[in-house]
């Protein structure tokens, strides 16, 4: 189908004086008037679509094509690599002075409503316009963004992604007047210079080991607490259990008190009543009944027992006579009697 229209544009052109232009799928054209009959030559500020052909009088027309894709411009420091041989990174400064070279790639594209400004004011082709606009324009405000920079925030993701951000936003501002967008700014592998790369290093090293012993002080400081509400805990246990023990032995004490109590009273009270019958005995004994009732005592005790009569006459003194031996002699006496 494409041959037979390319056939057809060739025909008519022929006929008519015409040469065929073509637009691909992601190409805008513009037209250059050389003379121009009807209205102003120059660059025509009319965009043509992607994708289409068209007819214009060869001679007095130039015709020009810009692909309006993604374009992609690598600025990086391996040689063979990128827009350009050789280092080709982008250098800074960091506001603390130390130089850094980082990667960048600035994804760009051509605003399709200006090309014939880009033509006219910039180039006729990408590669003039990334020349002349995008690279120069690009390094520079890239420079300056990344120079606002100190030198350990380089090392944080979301800083620098940040500062991409802003460069992209910065470009923008600069070249969407010129024909030119810019979708995405890129910051890629960088480095320091190599000594202050190493001081970096050793303190990142130093803050590694210094949280690592914060944590560890930490992890000791716990498992002190932890040791300690152990402690409190047996030591609690231990005041608890002295606490039952005490309790106990004070009622063990209190029992035996009570125990003990009881006895006394009992004691106190067996000893009264034998104290009040004695002394009930006692006043009987006191009265007129009294001596009476002990001779009756003595006759029961005497009842039985071998009565001796000793004889008085003889002037013996009782109080200063050995009785037992005088009744052991009298009884041998009595034996003998009795034998003949």
């Known amino acids: ?33 050389k003379i121009a009959f009807i209205g102003d030559k120059g660059v025509q500020k009319e965009i043509y679509a992607p994708g289409s052909t068209y007819f214009f009088p060869p001679i007095i027309n130039d015709w020009h094509v810009f692909d309006t894709a993604l374009q992609n411009l690598e600025m990086t420091r391996e040689v063979n690599k990128g827009s350009r041989s050789g280092d080709d990174s982008i250098r800074f ?30 180039g006729d082709d990408l590669e003039a316009v990334e020349e002349k606009l995008v690279r120069p324009v690009s390094r520079t405000v890239i420079r300056d963004v990344l120079n606002e920079l100190a030198s350990e925030q380089y ?35 960088h480095a320091f210079n190599p000594r202050y790369e190493q001081v970096i290093r050793d303190k990142k090293v130093a803050e590694q080991d210094a949280s690592r012993l914060q944590s560890e002080t930490e992890a000791a400081g716990e498992q002190v607490k932890r040791d300690l509400e152990e402690q409190k805990g047996y030591v609690n246990q231990a005041i608890e259990q002295s ?30 009543a034998e104290a009040e019958g004695l002394m009930a005995r006692a006043r009987a004994l006191a009265g007129s009944g009294g001596a009476a009732q002990v001779k009756l005592k003595l006759a029961a005790a005497m009842r039985g027992k071998p009565i001796i009569f000793l004889p008085a ?27 003949e």
């Open 1 to 33: 189908m494409r041959s037979l229209i390319l056939t057809a544009a060739l025909a008519l052109s022929l006929s008519t004086g015409c040469t065929p232009h073509s637009t691909d799928s992601t190409e805008v054209g513009v037209r250059t008037a």
């Open 93 to 122: 400064k960091t506001v603390d002075g130390n130089d850094i070279s980082v990667n960048v790639t600035v994804v760009w594209r051509i605003d399709p409503t200006q090309a014939w400004y880009v033509l006219q004011f910039v």
């Open 155 to 189: 090392y944080d993701a979301d800083s620098r992604f940040r500062k991409g951000t802003e460069a992209e936003t910065r470009l923008n501002h600069y070249l969407n007047a010129e024909g030119v967008i810019i979708d995405q700014v890129l910051l890629g592998e």
């Open 243 to 272: 606490m039952g023990q005490a309790q106990r032995k004070q009622l063990e004490a209190d029992a035996a008190f009570y125990e003990a109590q009881r006895k006394a009273e009992a004691i106190t009270t067996e000893a009264k």
């Open 313 to 339: 006459s003889s002037g013996m003194d009782v109080r200063n006579t050995d009785v037992n031996q005088l009744l052991e002699r009298y009884g041998v006496q009595a034996a003998g009697r009795r034998s």
